[in-house]
């Protein structure tokens, strides 16, 4: 039963309008047709009143026919109007929808407006700004500090230095020992020849001890 007293919103109205507006059209449409039908119907007896040589029946049937295609033509003007009508509706309710959307987003930009104070933010964002501004200061101070000590861009040239003074020492020359490699097919060196090659290993790891060189 509240149902049945409830008060109507907008948009029950305009659905309620334009559901009559489509009944309307469609009454207008039926009308049309009715009267496309008598305009066949009428060009046909006037066809035959002329083959009949009955002129008097053609020019009353002719007069009839000039209404009823006048009548014809102003369906089509009240169905625009119709049209018309149901489009500006349609317009407006869009329109009052946005003015309640922007009427609604000025009340909660003036309320966050109040709460928000313009010099404080300033403030917290120069102080955010700045706070950064130490911060990556005092990370690229650390980098340089840890690059400087963990720097070991001379070690590789120092080590390479000393491999190649030992090598010196002990004779020992890289491009020598492949030319001297033994080719495929020959045969195997004796045991003498074996033992002269462990000699000369035990050889090169004293020197290399004797100088520091694990």
Request: hydrophobic content about 35%.
């Amino acid at each position: 039963m509240a149902s049945l007293f409830k008060k109507k919103t907008v948009d029950d109205v305009i659905k309620e309008q334009s559901k009559e507006l489509r009944g309307t059209q469609r009454q207008i449409t039926r009308d049309r047709s009715a009267l496309e039908k008598q305009e066949k119907q009428m060009e046909a007896e006037i066809r035959k009143m002329a083959k009949s040589g009955n002129k008097e029946a053609c020019k009353i049937l002719a007069k009839q026919l000039v209404q009823l295609r006048k009548q014809k033509n102003r369906t089509y003007a009240v169905s625009s109007k119709v049209t018309s009508m149901s489009t500006q509706t349609k317009v407006m309710n869009s329109q009052m929808k946005m003015a309640g959307a922007m009427a609604s987003t000025a009340k909660t930009m003036q309320a966050v407006n109040k709460k928000m104070d313009p010099q404080k933010t300033l403030k917290t964002m120069q102080d955010f700004q700045k706070e950064n501004m130490k911060m990556d200061m005092t990370e690229d101070m650390i980098n340089d500090t840890l690059d400087e000590i963990f720097d070991d861009s001379g070690d590789e040239e120092e080590s390479q230095d000393i491999v190649n003074q030992v090598l010196d020492e002990i004779g020992i020359e890289i491009s020598g020992k492949m030319v001297r490699a033994p080719a495929a097919g020959r045969s195997l060196p004796s045991a003498a020849s074996s033992k002269q090659a462990t000699i000369s290993d035990d050889e090169i790891e004293r020197q290399l001890r004797a100088l520091g060189v694990d």
